[in-house]
């Protein structure tokens, strides 16, 4: 035999295995072809220009060349970790999801944490909300739980959403800052949208710098329903509680490793996880009806609202352990698809204006960033549960209807059947009214629980909370927003306004904020404000 022919294997089904001269797998092209020389391009002669037929050099280029997909739209910078998700007690008197049914029943999970606002290459330690996605692979289809490290949100309703995001992004004519909210953009918007005021003061308090993902808290937002096996419906919120409690770090620290090391915590997720330190959370629960909804001043609907833990405790229904990284960044975590859409039977919408909108929003962008109707092909985003349908063919189609049968009905007795037993009901809430574009009166509170938020405060949180105002107000060169923010302020705490106006120069305060009349949007100080020292 020559020595060609001993780098040369047959496997037991007839495969060609082709070794290099230094017995590794001999590299190959896409198409599987052998490459002999991947250092030099094709030319004539040593000096001479390269040539059209160099199919190895335009194959590997082009695909080089579309190496990037487009980055989420928002919460671009994330990382992922695999888990299971363990239940607790069978939830069956509320919900007939069937992961809720057993106790002791684990459930594969998929976890992806993120920063808002920031681009991919963004840094870990950024002032900003935290993304808390969950993607339970249940054996009723994908349940995805898409919430943040906040419990509430900026707006009311999803029409707002490109308006808050391209507010807080990068100012389109210079493309900075990059600080995420530390601009005349960001505060114009918020000062002029009073819903958002009770979020702000949860993204000035430090859990907008968590110490790392295994110390956060994660929120559900809105209000769900569970529905049960009668068609019963509960309201539900969703919590997350880190086994490890929660912490966050200063800001003066933030800042530092920010410098130092812009993967704090992506290194802390992988680290921990490699070193076998699991990170745990509870899912914990609040359950209530609509009596129980009807006794608040505020609407269950608004999520810019939530039930206070005083009022309705949690109740642990199960826990998320995170024991696994992933192989491949790109092909888990970045492509990974959330969508709120996402439920099995026993678990429902309310008619949260913002949920009703993500809805919708999730699926539209995923088919851009994903390229095409099949990413529910790629192994991150497919159920782990069996699963049959006549959708078929599209861009990099992986799985196609087997057989004669791509329809239903059809004659021939195959393919999978529709079941208005086992399969999703919608739960048949009863709805009437005017078609209309209307904020309900029950969403027009915005400053109560803003004010609670912050009294609820130990004091040098207070102080972190104050710092934080002043140290983004003083980013904001047009004077009428630093007069608008502490307006609104006046009605949270007047103490915090005060200290905020003072240290901004104030020489004297403005008037609080009206929240039903349209706020000012003109760009000039109010008479009574002195001009603001810089
Ligand atoms: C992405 C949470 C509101 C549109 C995300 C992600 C999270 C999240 C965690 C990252 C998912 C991932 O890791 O891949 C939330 C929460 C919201 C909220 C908790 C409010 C309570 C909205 C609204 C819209 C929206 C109102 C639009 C109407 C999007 C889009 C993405 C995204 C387009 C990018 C998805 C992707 O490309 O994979 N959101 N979001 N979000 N969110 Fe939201």
């Known amino acids: 035999a020559t020595i060609h022919d001993q780098k040369l294997h047959r496997g037991a089904g007839g495969e060609l295995h082709q070794f290099a001269e230094d017995g590794m797998p001999v590299l190959t092209t896409a198409q599987g072809g052998p490459v002999s020389d991947d250092q030099n391009t094709l030319r004539l002669g040593a000096r001479g220009p390269a040539l059209i037929d160099d199919f190895h050099f335009r194959e590997k280029i082009f695909h080089f060349d579309h190496e990037r997909i487009p980055e989420r739209v928002v919460h671009a910078r994330g990382y992922g970790a695999h888990g299971y998700f363990e239940t607790y007690e069978s939830l069956a008197a509320y919900t007939r999801a069937d992961l809720f049914q057993r106790p002791g029943e684990k459930t594969p999970a998929f976890v992806r944490f993120s920063t808002v606002a920031g681009s991919k290459g963004s840094s870990d330690l950024a002032r900003d909300v935290r993304g808390f996605a969950v993607k339970l692979y249940t054996q009723q289809g994908n349940w995805d739980l898409v919430g943040n490290n906040i419990p ?20 389109p004519d210079k493309e900075f800052p990059q600080a995420q909210s530390a601009h005349d953009n960001f505060w114009d918007f918020i000062t002029l949208t009073p819903e958002s005021m009770h979020m702000i003061m949860w993204v000035m308090s430090d859990r907008a710098i968590p110490r790392s993902f295994r110390f956060m808290e994660g929120f559900g937002v809105h209000t769900f329903r569970f529905v049960n096996a009668a068609d019963e419906s509960t309201f539900v919120k969703f919590h997350w509680k880190p ?36 990170p745990e959370w509870e899912l914990c629960v609040q359950l209530f009806d609509q009596d129980f909804a009807d006794t608040f001043d505020f609407d269950i609907l608004d999520p810019t609202k939530l039930i ?12 998320l352990v995170l024991d696994r990284m992933p192989e491949n960044f790109f092909a888990e975590t970045e492509q990974v698809a959330f969508m709120t859409q996402n439920v099995p039977p026993g678990i429902d919408f309310s008619n949260d204006p913002l949920l009703q909108g993500r809805n919708f929003s999730y699926l539209d962008t995923q088919l851009k960033r994903l390229g095409g109707p099949n990413f529910t092909h790629l192994p991150i985003n497919a159920p782990k549960c069996p699963f049959h349908n006549f959708q078929q063919d599209g861009h990099m189609a992986m799985r196609n209807p087997v057989g004669r049968v791509n329809y239903q009905p059809n004659s021939w007795n195959q393919g999978p059947r529709e079941s208005p037993v086992q399969g999703y009901r919608h739960f048949p809430a009863e709805e009437q009214g005017p078609k209309v574009r209307l904020r309900p009166e029950s969403f027009a509170d915005h400053y109560s629980q803003a004010r609670q938020f912050y009294i609820s405060q130990t004091s040098p949180e207070q102080r972190h909370i104050a710092a934080a105002l002043i140290f983004e107000l003083s980013k904001v060169e047009t004077p009428v927003i630093r007069e608008r923010m502490v307006s609104h302020l006046l009605n949270i705490d007047e103490t915090l306004a005060s200290k905020v106006g003072h240290a901004l120069g104030f020489k004297s305060m403005p008037k609080p904020a009206d929240a039903a009349m349209p706020t000012r949007q003109d760009l000039e100080p109010s008479p009574a404000l002195s001009i603001i020292e810089r």
């Open 152 to 171: 509430v949100f900026f707006i009311q309703d999803a029409i707002k959403f490109p308006d808050v995001i391209h507010s807080v992004k990068p100012e």
């Open 243 to 278: 086994k490890l409690g929660l912490q966050s770090v200063a800001w003066n620290e933030a800042v530092k490793i920010n410098g130092a090391d812009p993967d704090f915590h992506r290194r802390d997720l992988w680290q921990s996880i490699q070193s076998g330190a699991f």
């Open 308 to 319: 206070p833990e005083e009022i309705l405790p949690v109740k642990p229904i199960g826990r």
